[in-house]
Antibody, heavy 119, light 110 residues
Framework: EVQLVQSGAEVKQPGESLKISCKGS????????INWVRQTPGKGLEWIGR????????DYSTSFQGHVSITGDKSINTAYLQWSRLKASDTAMYYC????????????WGQGTLVTVSS | EIVLTQSPGTLSLSPGERATLSCRAS???????LNWYQQKPGQAPRLLIY???NRATDIPDRFSGSGSGTDFTLTISRLEPEDFVLYYC???????????FGQGTKLEIK
């Protein structure tokens, strides 16, 4: 089955680092971009950025640039979203979503990773 | 940055009725860049409509999209019980890449 499988829920303290993952299976991982989307009750769905797994080129929303980093390892079909210093305001559900370079939609989503940042 | 405003925030209807959900953009956008997603409780969003009017794979034909410029509509012709969930519109910018979502419309059973 073609799918994106994300890592499990995380509970962290402010100031800690975190790396969550998104693994693609049953498709050519380098043929699709991986986007990251944040969802919170207050702000809804927000696009964070994306990576082209074929060359690791990344694009970021200006709202998230500098606070998160998107990386990938095409040898294991996995993309990552990471923080070096978490804030309480990073508490959210995070989704990865696949996009064809020839299309303008997110046709396949991961199941989500809940990140809770609390002291 | 283009802002998408969805209305109404909540829509109360009965099974079998027709639902009309609106998405208005703060400036004109190409129809190719407007998508609709459905989100059920505890699940990730799912692509319903891409390019304003094209149904995604395995989406029932009771779902349809239309619109152009700044005004777009998602129509559900005959509501089924499983349709009473959340719906989001999304617009795609390409230079630079930027994807924004509306705040969502909740479809609830009347």
């Amino acid at each position: 089955e073609v799918q994106l499988v994300q890592s499990g829920a995380e509970v962290k303290q402010p100031g800690e680092s975190l790396k969550i993952s998104c693994k693609g299976s049953e498709y050519s991982f380098t043929s699709y971009w991986i986007n990251w989307v944040r969802q919170t009750p207050g702000k809804g769905l927000e696009w964070i950025g994306r990576i082209d797994p074929s060359d690791s080129h990344t694009d970021y929303s200006t709202s998230f640039q500098g606070h998160v980093s998107i990386t990938g390892d095409k040898s294991i079909n996995t993309a990552y979203l990471q923080w070096s210093r978490l804030k309480a305001s990073d508490t959210a559900m995070y989704y990865c979503a696949r996009q064809s370079p020839f299309e303008l939609d997110f046709g396949l989503w991961g199941q989500g990773t809940l990140v809770t940042v609390s002291s | 940055e283009i802002v998408l405003t969805q209305s109404p925030g909540t829509l109360s209807l009965s099974p079998g009725e027709r639902a009309t959900l609106s998405c208005r953009a703060s400036q004109s956008i190409s129809s190719s860049y407007l998508n609709w997603y459905q989100q059920k409780p505890g699940q990730a969003p799912r692509l319903l409509i891409y390019g304003a009017s094209n149904r995604a794979t395995d989406i029932p034909d009771r779902f349809s999209g239309s619109g152009s410029g700044t005004d777009f509509t998602l129509t559900i012709s005959r509501l089924e019980p499983e349709d009473f969930v959340l719906y989001y519109c999304q617009q795609c910018g390409t230079s630079p890449p930027m994807y924004t979502f509306g705040q969502g419309t909740k479809l609830e059973i009347k």
